[in-house]
Structures are given as C-alpha cells and as structure tokens.
C-alpha cells in the first residue's frame, strides 16, 4: 500500500486526488488516503441535494456542499472528522466493504475502541455509528471510502442538515445523538485528532514506508479537477432529478401556495395560487422564477431588476422567497 499525503482540508481537492489516482495516474499498489475537511455537507452520488440539506444555512454558515462519486446518504463532516480512502487497483466488480474496513476496526481496537462493522457500511460503537462507508468503481478499479467522526460537531451536523422547519432542534439533536457518536469519547485518555491521524496512518501501513509525494504539476491538475468538476454548480446540483416543491404561507394580503417544478436544479415552471388578489405582478412573477436557482439573493435579484419591489395586494417578494426557502 501507498500512502499519499494531500497536506489540504479543500474537498474539493480531496476528492479530486481520488479520482486522480483512480482515473489519471495509477500506482503500483493500492492508494491509501488519510484527510478531513473545512465543514462540508457530503451528498451521494444520486440524491437531491435540496431535499437532503439547508441550502441556506450552509450557505450562510460557510459550509460546503459537495457531491460524492459513490452512492449513500448525506453526511457531515469538519476538522474534527477524518476521511480515510482507499484507490484499488485489482480487478473486480463486487461492491465489498470487509477487506477496507477490517483494517481500520483493527487499529481503533488498539486505541481499546470496541468498535465493530453493523453489516452494512457503518462502524458502531456499542451500537452508535461513528463511520460510514461507500465504494463506487472508475476504469476498472474500486475506490472505497469512509468517514470517522472523531470529535464532530454534533449540533452543526444536525443544524445543516434538517431540512423540515417544523421539527424542534434540541429533540433532533438529542435524537442524533443517541444514535451516532465521537472516537473522542470512547478513548481512555485524552489525544488530539492530529494524533489519532498519525495513529490510523501507522498503522494502517503496517510499518510500510511506501509514500508518494505529489509533484507541483500534479498538484496544478488535480486543483484543475477540483475547480472544473467536483467544485462545479453543475456537478453539485445538476445531478439532481427532476422534483416539484410546493409552499404554503399566510400573510396579511392572504395565503399563497406556490409550486415549482426543477430540473438540472433551476425552476422549469413557477404557478402562484391563493386566496389573495392577484394582478399582472403574479404572471410576471411567475415568468420572472422560471430558468433561476433555488437561491434567495439570486431570486430576489431578478425579481427587484424585473420592477417587482412592490407587494402584490399586501404580499412582498421578500415574503414570496422565504415562503419558497422554508
């Protein structure tokens, strides 16, 4: 095995060196990578990326939003978790997680961490997970790749990913944290998570040395790949599959029901329907939304260009773009 240090927490770049290794320079053993990230919302490969996170909030918050190349659900991760990745050179068409994982229960059990595999994907801890873990194939080769909550903002995760308004925070946060867990807190003596790394790296090499150290070249190609693939809007949102999103709200000018319908993540068709008085501001509205993205600044940009500052009967668009990001 190779172990190559990426010396970056961009994930877009993180995951852009696994698809370098998997698709553009093949070694001559298996890649092994060990890396975290600034916050980040991960997204599978076939999941709607507005239906799965707050948009808003990670946008507001700073926080990431890339999609994954393998499939699974949303996780979220920060420079208190690690990402470990695995780029496979032998041949083989089984999606298999034992022979990635074993290793790494293996080097947590030296930590005294009773961990174990649930079957599936995950890593629990006395039944709470802690890792999970996906694989997907490129040009003939499997890259499997997992993630470890070491000491992972638990509140954030849960903040950036609760898409229902409704639900109460403090219950969804308590509900989480019954089920997942930190590394931190199962360890008997206190470590810091750059010392975990260099723990999991030891040991994962088996005593090996083998390293390899990215040139500046390969570095310019694989920011290269970061920037034009993995940290595209295009990448990131126009996977998504065609959705309609319906909102309701009630306002002083009356209710309003609002139906969009999206593809390649930006509103094919807009229809305002309610109870209010409506007037020409509605279907100029409704030509207005059609073709933009699923972003507030961006939404009411258009909307105040297009001279609909006003209200239509006692409803602002102010009101109309929160109703729609709610």
């Known amino acids: 095995m190779i172990y190559v240090e990426t010396g970056s927490t961009d994930v877009y770049f993180n995951f852009a060196t696994e698809y370098y290794f998997a698709s553009e320079k093949k070694l001559e053993d ?9 916050p980040t919302l991960m997204i599978g490969k076939y999941q709607n990326t507005f239906e799965e996170i707050d948009l808003e909030y990670a946008r507001e918050k700073e926080i990431q939003v890339v999609r994954r190349l393998s499939g699974g659900g949303t996780i979220y991760t920060d420079l208190g978790g690690w990402q470990f990745s695995f780029i496979d050179y032998r041949q083989g068409n089984d999606i298999q997680f034992q022979d990635y994982i074993k290793p790494v229960i293996e080097a947590l059990h030296e930590l005294n961490v009773p961990c174990e595999f649930n079957g599936r994907n995950d890593l629990v801890i006395k039944g709470r997970k802690f890792s999970g873990n996906a694989q997907f ?40 944290r019954d089920r997942v867990t930190n590394i931190q807190d199962h360890l008997d003596f206190a470590m810091e998570p750059e010392v975990f790394k260099q723990h999991m790296v030891k040991y994962m090499m088996n005593g090996s040395t083998s390293t390899y150290e990215l040139s500046g070249e390969e570095r310019r190609q694989i920011q290269q790949l970061a920037d034009e693939k993995f940290r595209s809007d295009a990448f990131r949102f ?77 409803i602002t668009v102010e009101e109309i773009v929160e109703t729609i990001l709610s």
């Open 238 to 314: 126009g996977a998504n599959p065609k959705f309609t999103l319906t909102r309701t709200g009630r306002f002083a000018g009356g209710k309003i029901t609002i139906q969009l319908e999206f593809e390649k993540s930006r509103i094919r068709h807009a229809k305002l329907c309610g109870d209010f008085f409506g007037n020409e501001q509605v279907e100029r509205l409704e030509q207005v939304m059609t073709g933009m993205p699923l972003e507030r600044e961006a939404l009411l940009d258009a909307m105040r260009t297009n001279a609909l500052e006003g209200s239509i009967y006692g």
């Open 137 to 176: 194939k490129l040009n003939g080769c499997t890259v499997h790749h997992g993630s470890t909550l070491f000491s992972t903002n638990i509140e954030e995760m849960v903040r950036s990913t609760q898409v229902d308004p409704h639900k109460i925070l403090s219950k969804s946060i308590k509900s989480v």
């Open 30 to 38: 298996t890649v092994f990578l060990f890396w975290r990230t600034e």
